[in-house]
């Protein structure tokens, strides 16, 4: 019963045996190697994006920083939404990494920005004026942190909001396959053909040890992420092990494979959730994340009996006082493991 997170799932089997293969031998360091170079033609070919400038790094907040800190100068401020985990749960990554830039937070209704909230917030932000830090890039999360999901249309509505104003369009892409699963389209109809100009691939969340892929469809900026990876720290020497990770991803579809397993169990989940007599969703529950409330005697059951979550509120309190939830499910979550918690839920 583990829904505390993706990040808490196991590495999947495929990817393990890919890093006991790449283990063998020797391979020159720092991306020249030849996993690294599968990788990248393998995310190019996924992305149709064949100029596209594709770097590997370790952790999303690392991809997340090192795009913003390139697409942003550092008395610029970049939009996000008031949820985004650039803004809640980075530590300050991106206004370190880009040097001081200030975070504008926009409005969102179950997490997604609209594009007149954004549209506002631009607007908001005086030009010209030297006491006033001045426009830069706008970021989207594409599985947002209530667990919902924007449609390319809906993407392609925020971009334009963004490049009316000169902004540029960066995608947090932690969860891309996830969304990718969800809507059924294709990476590039969610980023370049929607008018992002740089995106966070994730594959940390998704059954990899390890791996995102920061994807810049502007060649022209690719020298200054690879300064910025290697100044900050986030240039792997044994790169190999990175590009193996990555490659194994995307050989037979698996990345869509585990995506596609984790939000079936979460819609699974969500639905458990909602028959039940005091219990109710509190987002819609469109990729592989739950939000959910329920009395806070249930809560302690399942707790008790050993569920990995996190409750948003105390256990302190009346039993029958409703406590909400996030439930998060990866590639490996069983119906088993469902079943038992939502039996212990029930009582």
Not at 125 to 145: K, N
Not at 163 to 184: E, T, Y
Not at 302 to 327: I, Q, T
Request: aromatic share 6%.
């Amino acid at each position: 019963m583990h829904f505390a997170s993706d990040n808490s799932g196991p590495v999947h089997p495929a990817i393990v045996e890919a890093l006991v293969r790449v283990n063998e031998g020797h391979a020159m360091p720092y991306g020249a190697d030849a996993a690294t170079a599968d990788a990248v033609a393998r995310i190019r070919d996924l992305f149709e994006a064949p100029e596209a400038a594709v770097h590997l790094v370790a952790t999303g907040t690392a991809a997340n920083a090192l795009l913003l800190a390139t697409m942003c100068a550092p008395w610029q401020t970049i939009f996000c939404a008031d949820i985004a985990h650039v803004a809640m749960d980075e530590c300050g990554a991106p206004e370190f990494f880009t040097g001081g830039a200030k975070l504008s937070l926009v409005p969102t209704e179950h997490g997604l920005m609209t594009p007149d909230a954004l549209e506002t917030r631009i607007a908001a932000a005086a030009q010209g004026v030297v006491h006033s830090v001045q426009r830069g890039p706008v970021t989207i999360t594409s599985v947002t942190e209530c667990g919902t999901v924007y449609s390319p249309d809906a993407l392609r509505d925020l971009t334009g909001v963004a490049q009316a104003h000169g902004c540029a369009v960066h995608l947090d892409g932690a969860r891309l396959a996830n969304a990718a699963a969800a809507l059924g389209c294709s990476p590039a109809d969610m980023t370049w053909k929607a008018g992002v100009d740089a995106v966070s691939f994730g594959g940390t969340k998704n059954g990899l040890m390890g791996a995102e892929a920061a994807i810049i469809f502007d060649p022209a900026l690719a020298w200054q992420f690879e300064l910025r990876r290697k100044r900050g720290g986030h240039l792997f020497s044994k790169h190999r092990y990175l590009g193996a990770q990555m490659a194994a991803y995307l050989t037979d579809d698996l990345w869509l494979t585990m995506a596609g397993s984790a939000n079936r169990a979460a819609a699974r989940l969500a639905q458990a959730i909602a028959d039940l007599p005091d219990a109710r969703l509190l987002h819609p529950c469109q990729a592989n994340m739950v939000f959910a409330e329920w009395p806070r005697a249930a809560h302690r059951r399942a707790l008790a009996a050993g569920a990995a979550y996190y409750p948003a509120g105390s256990l302190d309190g009346p039993d029958d006082e409703p406590v909400a939830a996030r439930m998060v499910c990866d590639w490996s979550a069983s119906d088993a493991d469902t079943d038992r918690f939502v039996a212990l839920l029930r009582g």
